[in-house]
């Protein structure tokens, strides 16, 4: 049975930093592409980061060169870092599990999300 449980968001100044983790169980990450979106209040759901069963990451360009998305195979676990946090990076943030890495969001996995709320 597949399922994911994200952790570690918070709240955090304009600038600061937060490490996401999803913790994943019946997955294989060779098989699978892992994702980080994010839906804000108001605003539709954003695919920030992807990560291919051979481990290349793929960055939406509001959070390149900021946010890395990682893996460790021995903890199930995945991350997501954050560095140079702003305002408009507040959002709900979910990790999804996308089996077949055709992209079809209303066949992912999800999480239940967890809040990031960056202050001005």
């Known amino acids: 049975q597949v399922g994911l449980v994200e952790s570690g968001g918070g709240s955090v100044e304009t600038g600061g930093s937060l490490r996401l983790s999803c913790k994943t169980s019946?997955?294989?990450?060779?098989?699978?592409?892992m994702n980080w979106f994010r839906q804000a209040p108001g605003k539709e759901r954003e695919g920030i980061a992807r990560l291919s069963p051979n481990d290349m990451a793929t960055y939406a360009d509001s959070v390149q060169g900021r946010f890395i998305f990682s893996r460790d195979n021995a903890k199930n676990t995945l991350y997501l870092q954050m560095n140079n946090l702003k305002p408009e990076d507040t959002a709900m943030y979910y990790c999804?599990?996308?089996?077949?890495?055709?992209?079809?969001?209303?066949?992912?996995?999800w999480g239940q999300g967890t809040q990031v709320t960056v202050s001005s």
């Open positions: 999804a599990a996308d089996s077949t890495c055709l992209g079809n969001e209303e066949s992912y996995y």
């Open positions: 019946g997955i294989v990450y060779r098989s699978y592409c």
